[in-house]
């Protein structure tokens, strides 16, 4: 499922409101009822929101990162770009420290069929789909797993980035705000992005739209620390002078869908 902006822009609404009306989101967006029933009746066939008696509330807790599950199907048409497109950023041969999230899986989806990977990650969706190259070396951290999301955010993996000095490091965020300020939804998860930035020679920022104005509650890092930023696109209204500083364009390289193309 590939959601509008306006679907987009329903489910930050219930994150921050958690329930709306019907009337009152038709309101908001200047459309019939009828349209927001149907935005709501895709979000909800996604598991994203729960349709409720007069309107529409949101499918988590507030202030929580959406289920894995969720954000897998969440934009998925540029996730699938932005993955591609730092694939093919990486060289054979390369050691690469690798984070967290549905964008980072697909990542190491599209990194299969390059050849004696190092790898090195606390993602084991990333660590299976590239463990199907037997000449890849990956090594992952001990610790407990964190479900639905299948990842380690224990002490133990921060450690197991700072032990390493590796060519490439591949993180996303839970949002960005207009001054460009990292926000993610757990302070350990902050943590384990900057270890992973601090030790790499070639930082590597993924974030689809939908991360830019997105609320969570932990902040660390902003959005000239990495040396490189992969987006499906540049956001517009708030973002505006974000993205016009010179620091930030110079490090922005833009991934193209196959239908935009």
């Keep these: 499922m590939n959601i509008s902006a306006r679907q987009r822009d329903i489910i930050d609404i219930l994150r921050r409101d958690s329930f709306a009306s019907i009337d009152k989101l038709a309101a908001h967006f200047d459309v019939t009822p009828q349209t927001v029933r149907r935005d709501v009746n895709m979000l909800s066939d996604a598991n994203l929101v729960r349709r409720r008696h007069g309107g529409v509330e949101y499918a988590g807790e507030p202030g929580m990162n959406l289920s894995y599950d969720s954000r897998q199907v969440t934009n998925i048409a540029a996730k699938h770009a932005i993955s591609l497109h730092?694939?093919?950023?990486?060289?054979?041969?390369?050691?690469?420290?690798?984070?967290?999230?549905?964008?980072?899986?697909?990542?190491?989806?599209?990194?299969?069929?390059?050849?004696?990977?190092?790898?090195?990650?606390?993602?084991?969706?990333a660590a299976m789909a590239l463990g199907n190259n037997t000449g890849n070396r990956i090594v992952i951290p001990g610790g407990t797993l964190r479900l639905p999301d299948r990842d380690v955010i224990s002490p133990d993996a921060e450690t197991m980035f700072n032990n390493y000095k590796v060519d490439y490091g591949l993180f996303g965020v839970g949002g960005i705000e207009p001054d460009?300020?990292?926000?993610?939804?757990?302070?350990?998860?902050?943590?384990?992005?900057?270890?992973?930035?601090?030790?790499?020679?070639n930082s590597i920022l993924v974030a689809d739209q939908s991360k830019f104005g997105r609320p969570a509650p932990a902040k660390g890092g902003h959005i000239t620390d990495p040396d490189v930023i992969v987006v499906d696109g540049i956001p517009g209204g708030v973002f505006d002078p974000l993205f016009n500083r010179q620091d930030v364009r110079a490090r922005l390289q833009i991934a193209k869908s196959e239908t935009s193309k």
Excluded: K, W, Y
Aim: glycine letters at 8%; hydrophobic letters at 45%.
């Design 180 to 201: 460009g300020t990292l926000t993610d939804f757990d302070h350990r998860e902050v943590s384990l992005r900057q270890a992973i930035a601090g030790n790499c020679r």
């Design 86 to 125: 730092v694939a093919n950023m990486i060289p054979d041969g390369a050691s690469i420290l690798i984070g967290i999230g549905s964008t980072l899986e697909l990542v190491a989806l599209n990194l299969v069929e390059h050849r004696h990977l190092t790898v090195i990650t606390n993602n084991l969706n």
